[in-house]
């Protein structure tokens, strides 16, 4: 039941799942005695799983049919929205702009790309404490700008040294 309530989120199935799980087990089991019965359990479990997950993706074709007799409208953007969200992306460019390269950069890698922080800071040849504090000032530069609570300056405290990756002011080199 942990298994269930883990990974399904419909807690009001698990208990019928877990019914279908014992039947499919006891089905196998009159065949052949599993050799790890615990193991068995579970793989029979997340088969059933992975069947009832492919069941709930498949859309009759009769429901898409109905859907132009419904009559349904579909909001519109407003003028005053497509403002708004020009309006927001503007602010983030400029905030984005304000930021070092190298901040542009380790948000670039680990928002956009994807990449762990392990990775990104080999990329980037910084450390994986100076990447994570450049991410933490560069994210809050970012916010406050969306929040219009300010500009986006450079994140304090953090300058760019060529060579030597990120540093706060005032280390010696």
């Avoid at 269930?4 to 089991?29: C, F, K, P, S, T």
């Avoid at 800071?121 to 910084?126: F, V």
């Amino acid at each position: 039941m942990r298994y269930l309530r883990r990974v399904w989120r419909n807690r009001a199935e698990h208990a019928d799942l877990r019914q279908e799980i014992y039947a499919r087990v006891l089905e196998g089991a009159a065949k052949r005695l599993p050799g790890a019965p615990k193991n068995y359990l579970f793989v029979t479990a997340r088969n059933l799983l992975a069947d009832r997950a492919r069941r709930e993706r498949i859309v009759s074709i009769g429901y898409t049919q109905d859907i132009e007799a419904l009559n349904v409208l579909v909001d519109e953007i407003s003028p005053e929205q497509r403002l708004s969200a020009r309006q927001d992306l503007r602010r983030l460019s400029e905030a984005l702009d304000g930021l070092s390269a190298v901040c542009r950069a380790i948000i670039w890698h680990r928002r956009v790309d994807g990449l762990s922080q392990r990775e990104t800071a080999q990329l980037l040849g910084i450390t994986e404490g100076a990447l994570e504090q450049s991410l933490v000032r560069a994210m809050k530069s970012l916010a406050k700008a969306g929040l219009g609570l300010g500009g986006a300056a450079e994140p304090a405290g953090v300058s760019e040294r060529p060579g030597r990756g990120l540093e706060r002011e005032g280390d010696q080199p």
